[in-house]
Nanobody, 119 residues
Framework: VELTESGGGLVQSGDSLRLSCAAS????????VGWFRRTPEKERDFVAA??????RYADSVKGRFTISRDVAKDTVYLQMDSLKPEDTAVYFC???????????????WGHGTQVTVSS
């Protein structure tokens, strides 16, 4: 599976962004997908994950971020609302067999998209 993230950018605190993770190469719907972010402090910080019908979120983004998938488009989205400066990071999507918060369980990774939130 090849994964490509898009949708990052520079926004102000309180704004929204929607990240996309587009897949090609295999049946994407068979995989669980996770979003992670990299900051100077953390290499792989879990953000959210989606399985066949279940989702999970990091406490830091609950109520602000929403993960969803469009099976027909082979795309998973991360809707990010009420963004904060501490959300600034490079965001990666990853595909694996189960929707966990453990980055080591994911096999395929995208190259990331930068999100910068100014105060």
């Amino acid at each position: 599976v090849e994964l490509t993230e898009s949708g990052g950018g520079l926004v102000q605190s309180g704004d929204s962004l929607r990240l996309s993770c587009a897949a090609s190469g295999r049946v994407f719907s068979a995989y669980s997908v996770g979003w992670f972010r990299r900051t100077p402090e953390k290499e792989r910080d879990f953000v959210a994950a989606i399985g066949r019908g279940d989702t999970r979120y990091a406490d830091s983004v609950k109520g602000r971020f929403t993960i969803s998938r469009d099976v027909a488009k082979d795309t998973v989205y991360l809707q990010m609302d009420s963004l904060k400066p501490e959300d600034t990071a490079v965001y990666f999507c990853a595909a694996g067999t189960i929707p966990t918060s453990n980055s080591r369980t994911y096999t395929f990774w995208g190259h990331g998209t930068q999100v910068t939130v100014s105060s």
